[in-house]
C-alpha cells in the first residue's frame, strides 16, 4: 500500500507539471535542410509531454529501474523540475524523422499530410482488426476443444485424425494471433503518426499509451510482451514514414520525404549536495565529471537553516557512456589531467606560438608593434606552460593505481543519479544494467554466479565488511577454519581462471 501511494503521488506531481506549470520555451534554432520555419513558440511542449509520458509508461526490467522515475519526481523540487525537463535533449531515444523537402513546402502541410493518412489507415484498420481479434478467440477456441477431445480418448484409444486435427488446430492459433499482432501493430503506429509534431524541420511522433498495448499484452505469452510491443511498434513507423515518397494531397510536383534521425544524445540527471563554496562547480568538474560531458543545466535549491549543504540538480549531456561516481573519485581527476595534457592546447598551441616568437624576433624584432606581439604570446605561451605544470604535478601527486581507500573530500560532494534508470552502479557505465554486468562477482572467493553475503566461505562474526572466515582478525573464526584448510585458495584460483579478465 504504501508503494501505491508514492506511485500515485509521483504521477500526481507530474500531471501538475505538465498542466499547470509549463513554462515558456524559447525555440530559435536553424532547421534542418530548410528554408522555412513555421512552428509556433510552443511546439516543444508537445515533445517535452512525449519524454514525460515515456518515463511514466516506459517498462523496467528490474525493480531498481521501475522505481527510478518515482525517485525522482519524489526527490526533485517543482520549481527544479520544470526548468530541467525544458532543457531536456530532444532526441533522446524518440522517434525523430528528417525532412527532404524537395519543393520547399510548409512544415505544417506536411504534417497535416501525414497526420491525415495515418488516420485514414486507422479507419481501414479498425474493422480488420476486430475481425482478426474474433479469429483469433475463435482459433483459441477450437484448439483447446481438440485438446480435450484428445485428453478423453486417450485413456481409451489412439485416434490418429483427431491428434492431426489438434495440430492443424495449433497451427491455426499460431497463424491467427500472428495476423492479429501486426493488425494492431499497424493500428498502433498509424495512432501513434497521427499525433505527430513539427519541431526544428524535423518530425516527432510522440508516445500515445492506450488500451491496444494491453490487448498486446494479453494475447501474448512472452513476459516482455509491452517491450516487444514497443519495438513493434516503432519499427512499424519506420517503415511506414520510410518506404517511399509522399505526395502533398492531389499535387504529384510537391514531394516530400521522411528519414530516420540516428543520432542520439544521452544525458543524465544528477543531484549533488556538498557544502557552500564558490569552486564546487570546478570541482564537480574535475572530480566527478569527465572532459567529454557537458553540463546543460544546473538549478540550485534554497539553502534552509537545517541543513548548511548545498543540493543542485544538474543535467549532463555525457560525452561517453561513463555516469560520474557516487563520492570524489580521484580516478577521474587523473583521467581529466591526462586529457588536458594530451589535448591540441597542450603541444599544438603551444609549439606554434614558439614558432611564431622566433619568427618575429629573427624579421622584425625592433619594430614597437612587434614588440607587443611577441610580449602578447609569449604571456599566452607562459599561460600554457602553467597549466602544463600544474597538470603534471597533479599526476605525481596522485596515485599510479586506482586506491579504493577512503580519500578526504574537502566539500563532501555526493551524487546521485537520478536518470538514466539503465545503468551499471559498479562499472558506472550506461552500457549495460547491473543485472547485465560480468564484472560483478563475490568479493570472497571471487564467483561470478553469488554475492558476498551468500558465499560459504563468509565469516560469521559480523564485524565490519562481509569478509573471509581465513582474514577475520579474530582468533576463534581463524581457528575455526583451519580445519577447512585451503579451500578458499582453491575456489579463487579456480575461479580466477574461468574469468581471466577480472584478476586484475
Known amino acids: 500500500m504504501p508503494e501505491q501511494k508514492k506511485t500515485r503521488k509521483a504521477f500526481r506531481r507530474l500531471h501538475e507539471i505538465i498542466e499547470d506549470d509549463w513554462l515558456p520555451i524559447d525555440n530559435d534554432g536553424p532547421s534542418v535542410g530548410m528554408a522555412e520555419t513555421d512552428y509556433d513558440e510552443h511546439s516543444l511542449l508537445p515533445v517535452k509531454k512525449e519524454w514525460l509520458d515515456r518515463l511514466q509508461h516506459e517498462p523496467g526490467r528490474t525493480n531498481q529501474e521501475r522505481n527510478f522515475f518515482k525517485k525522482m519526481m519524489m526527490k526533485l523540487p517543482k520549481e527544479s523540475l520544470t526548468p530541467m525537463f525544458d532543457a531536456m535533449p530532444t532526441n533522446d531515444k524518440m522517434l525523430v524523422f528528417n525532412i527532404t523537402n524537395l519543393s520547399n513546402s510548409s512544415f505544417i502541410l506536411i504534417r497535416n499530410t501525414i497526420s491525415s493518412k495515418a488516420q485514414n489507415r486507422m479507419a481501414a484498420l479498425e474493422k480488420r482488426c ?39 488446430a495449433s497451427e491455426e492459433v499460431a497463424l491467427t494471433q500472428k495476423v492479429m499482432v501486426e493488425s494492431y501493430v499497424e493500428y498502433a503506429a498509424n495512432r501513434r503518426i497521427a499525433h505527430a509534431e513539427v519541431l526544428r524541420g524535423q518530425i516527432l511522433i510522440p508516445f500515445i499509451a492506450d488500451s491496444l498495448s494491453v490487448v498486446f499484452a494479453e494475447v501474448s505469452t512472452s513476459k516482455d510482451a509491452r517491450n516487444i510491443f514497443s519495438r513493434m511498434v516503432s519499427d512499424k513507423i519506420v517503415s511506414l514514414l520510410t518506404d517511399d515518397a509522399t505526395f502533398l494531397g492531389a499535387d504529384e510536383r510537391r514531394l516530400f520525404s521522411l528519414e530516420k534521425n540516428q543520432q542520439t544524445v544521452p544525458f543524465a540527471i544528477i543531484q549533488v549536495n556538498h557544502r557552500p563554496e564558490t569552486y564546487a562547480k570546478q570541482y564537480f568538474e574535475d572530480h566527478f565529471l569527465l572532459r567529454a560531458d557537458q553540463i546543460m543545466k544546473l538549478i540550485r535549491e534554497k539553502l534552509n537553516a537545517v541543513n ?80 602544463v605544470r600544474s597538470c603534471e604535478d597533479g599526476l605525481r601527486l596522485l596515485p599510479e593505481k586506482r586506491s579504493h581507500k577512503y580519500e578526504p573530500d574537502p566539500i563532501q560532494m555526493k551524487t546521485e543519479i537520478l536518470y538514466p534508470r539503465e545503468l551499471c552502479v559498479l562499472c558506472l557505465t550506461t552500457s549495460h544494467t547491473f543485472r547485465e554486468c560480468k564484472m560483478k562477482r563475490c568479493s570472497i572467493c ?59
Do not use: W
Open 130 to 168: 476486430l475481425e482478426d481479434c474474433t479469429k483469433a478467440k475463435m482459433a483459441q477456441s477450437q484448439y483447446q476443444q481438440r485438446m480435450q477431445e484428445l485428453q478423453d480418448k486417450q485413456s481409451r484409444e489412439i485416434d490418429e485424425l483427431l491428434i492431426d486435427s489438434v495440430e492443424a
Open 308 to 387: 548548511t549543504n548545498c543540493t543542485v540538480t544538474v543535467l549532463v549531456r555525457l560525452g561517453t557512456d561513463k555516469i560520474p561516481p557516487r563520492k570524489m573519485d580521484q580516478d577521474r581527476l587523473r583521467q581529466n589531467l591526462l586529457c588536458d595534457l594530451n589535448s591540441i592546447f597542450a603541444k599544438y598551441i603551444r609549439d606554434r606560438l614558439r614558432d611564431e616568437i622566433n619568427l618575429l624576433n629573427r624579421f622584425c624584432s625592433k619594430d614597437p608593434r612587434t614588440l607587443q606581439l611577441i610580449q602578447t604570446r609569449q604571456d599566452v605561451l607562459n599561460h600554457y606552460d602553467r597549466t
Open 446 to 504: 571471487f564467483d561470478l554466479f553469488h554475492p558476498a553475503v551468500k558465499c560459504e566461505f563468509k565469516c560469521d562474526c559480523r564485524k565490519g565488511f562481509v569478509h573471509a572466515m581465513e582474514e577475520c582478525t579474530l582468533s576463534k573464526a581463524r581457528q575455526a577454519c583451519e580445519l577447512r584448510g585451503s579451500a578458499l585458495l582453491e575456489a579463487r584460483i579456480r575461479n580466477e581462471e574461468q574469468s581471466p579478465t577480472l584478476s586484475t
